[in-house]
């Protein structure tokens, strides 16, 4: 694995200009496995006027070309999937069976979705009056700021990109400092496949100095980030100062209702994986778990047996299913959150230790935990932990379970489990996120 990665401006693979460098660590041993560039904000700044120099020209190129350009960083994607995905598993913690079989695949797939979506780009003629006619124009924005997400690197990055540059915007792309090589990776590709210089800019630096001067820079018109919700309300707060558009993605606490006709078997095989799929990560995992009193302690002892089964340990391995955490500050946040739920009342079920086996001892390993009899209100059930730790509370009825779901400041995603779809329905009308399942958790469409 090569230690050297560079990052790209105006199509060069260069340093930090201050010849700075951030180690990169394996979350599964601990060991150094690249050195990348620490940027400054100098360096920053000449990323966005590289693409402030490039975004008209690459505009004026018709969207099949920009298209093509597309393409071929999916075909070097696939052409390097076993690398990329020894890759993104070793930077972050992601088991291969998720890297391998998801991560990369779709990478390479959303870059050829929206390479397509380039051929469909049209406006509308509206009537306006009598004799006169309105038209829609799709136009680029312009340049664009991209701050991604460790938890998904290069997958989260990919779908910022792609729709970025297909509708004729340039792109600078601030990755995670823990987990930023298989985007520094996607720089090469980028040089390789002949993207013009300065339409894909990638600079690695820390958030609070990189990603506050991209988010603040006068010619990035819109920023796009992926991360938690506090750094998401600095970023809002940044952008408002220049009235710049943010869209982002941020955490949620989902919520996950079992209810007493639901098929235990598909429920518990749900629940294991919307709660333990990338150990937790995830902002669509589920972590309060609403379960009818008529099944509540059967579903718990069957989800504890299923959920102590899951092979845990080196993430390379095949049948790996829980890897580490993707950094130690973190691994010790989802630690503390495990301590204060034990000193709250709730009964810890499986799990509140670290593991220690010869593939764990040495990693930022958390072990699959799950709390019963949890207070709705305690803090287990009301901030994201973003691990693999859980919360279960028993409820009486459908209503409860509603009112229970929707008592958050999150609203991202729940699920529903029952064989009563009618039910399933008019629950789903009352819950307010942005997505409700029901009989699935994380389903991919």
């Known amino acids: 694995m090569d230690s050297t990665y560079s990052m790209l401006i105006e199509g060069r693979l260069v340093q930090a200009s201050g010849g700075v460098t951030m180690e990169v660590v394996n979350p599964a041993n601990r060991e150094v496995i690249a050195k990348v560039p620490k940027a400054d904000p100098t360096d920053l700044d000449a990323a966005v006027e590289a693409a402030a120099r ?11 070309d920009r298209g093509r350009v597309l393409f071929e960083l999916a075909r070097l994607i696939r052409d390097h999937h076993d690398e990329l995905v020894r890759l993104e598993t070793a930077q972050y913690g992601g088991p291969v069976f998720k ?11 959303i870059l050829e979705y929206y390479a397509g979506v380039g051929r469909g780009l049209t406006g509308l003629t509206l009537p306006v009056g009598p004799s006169a006619r309105a038209m829609t124009v799709r136009e680029p924005l312009g340049v664009v700021g991209l701050i991604t997400p460790w938890n998904f690197p290069l997958v989260t990055a990919i779908a910022k990109i792609a729709p970025a540059l297909i ?11 823990c987990a930023p090589l298989t985007v520094l990776r996607l720089g090469e590709f980028a040089v390789e496949a002949g993207v013009p210089a300065g339409v894909l800019n990638i600079v690695t630096g820390p958030g609070g100095s990189i990603g506050e001067a991209l988010v603040t820079h006068p010619k990035v018109v819109k920023i796009n980030f992926t991360g938690d919700s506090e750094t998401g309300k600095r970023i809002m707060s940044l952008a408002s100062g220049a009235v710049k558009p943010v869209a982002c993605e941020l955490g949620g606490k989902n919520a996950f209702i079992v209810l007493g006709d639901a098929d235990l078997d598909a429920a518990v095989e ?16 589920a972590s309060r778990f609403f379960v009818h009193e008529s099944i509540y302690d059967e579903f718990a002892g069957r989800f504890v047996a299923a959920a102590v089964k899951l092979p845990m340990g080196d993430p390379l391995r095949p049948e790996t299913m829980i890897g580490p955490v993707a950094y130690e500050a973190h691994r010790n946040r989802i630690e503390g959150f495990i301590e204060r739920a034990r000193g709250s009342g709730a009964i810890l079920l499986l799990g509140g230790e670290r593991p220690d086996t010869p ?17 709705p209100k305690m803090e287990l059930m009301q901030e994201e932990v973003f691990g693999p730790v859980v919360g279960l509370t028993p409820v009486r009825t459908p209503d409860e379970a509603v009112a229970l779901t929707n008592d958050t400041r999150y609203g991202l995603c729940a699920s529903i489990w029952t064989q009563d779809l009618r039910l399933g329905m008019v629950m789903a009308e009352q819950i307010r996120t942005g997505t409700v399942w029901i009989n699935q958790h994380l389903a991919i469409v």
Not at 99 to 109: E, L
């Open 99 to 109: 890297t391998g079989r998801f991560d990369i695949p779709a990478a390479a797939g």
């Open 359 to 375: 593939e764990t001892r040495n990693g930022f390993f958390v072990s699959p935990t799950i709390f019963a009899d949890c207070d």
């Open 270 to 285: 749900g629940a294991v994986w919307s709660s333990f799929f990338n150990s937790g990560q995830n902002c669509g995992s």
């Open 167 to 177: 509708t004729g915007n340039t792109c600078v792309v601030k990755p995670p400092s």
């Open 54 to 64: 490039a975004q008209w020209a690459w505009a004026a190129q018709h969207p099949v």
